[in-house]
């Protein structure tokens, strides 16, 4: 009996062991789990149309009263408008964060628009 009694032991042993694998291999796949299933759900109804309005539409929007010499064509009217110039968006308010000119964004708003233009405007969820 207490041999029978230890080979379930063994057994459970066993299971355990390949149970700890199986988590391993969880994680391992976690990391190549996309990003955006982590991120905030970000779209242009909740986050991009406001942040553009507040913090680039005031030189870019096409109705601009003062431009400050923003280029014409550069405009984030509509989701089209800044899907268009997604890298753009991308490269001049996150990666290399000069727009707005003035600053004013916070690190974690940057953040946010990072997260939207990668998982919502350049593609879709
Ligand atoms: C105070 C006015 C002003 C605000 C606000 C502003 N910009 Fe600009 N933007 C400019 C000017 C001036 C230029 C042209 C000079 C330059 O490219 O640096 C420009 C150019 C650009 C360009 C085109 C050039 C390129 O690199 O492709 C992009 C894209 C851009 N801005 C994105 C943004 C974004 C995104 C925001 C908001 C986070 C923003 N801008 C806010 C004034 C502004």
Redesign the pocket.
């Known amino acids: 009996m207490a041999l029978v009694v230890a080979a379930l032991g063994a057994c459970d042993d066993a299971a355990d062991g390949r149970d700890a694998q199986g988590d391993a291999q969880d994680s391992d796949g976690a990391s190549e789990v996309d990003p955006c299933e982590l991120a905030p759900v970000l779209t242009w109804d909740n986050f991009g149309a406001g942040?553009?309005v507040e913090?680039?539409q005031?030189?870019?929007a096409s109705g601009a009263v003062d431009?400050?010499?923003?280029?014409r064509a550069?405009v984030?009217d509509t989701r089209a408008d800044a899907a268009a110039?997604a890298d753009?968006?991308l490269?001049?308010?996150v990666n290399v964060p000069?727009?707005?000119?003035?600053g004013g964004?916070s690190a974690a708003d940057r953040a946010l628009?990072e997260a939207w233009v990668l998982c919502d405007l350049s593609r879709d969820r």
């Open positions: 942040f553009l913090n680039c005031p030189c870019h431009r400050h010499d923003a280029p550069v984030f110039r753009r968006i490269e001049r308010a000069e727009m707005p000119p003035a964004v628009l």
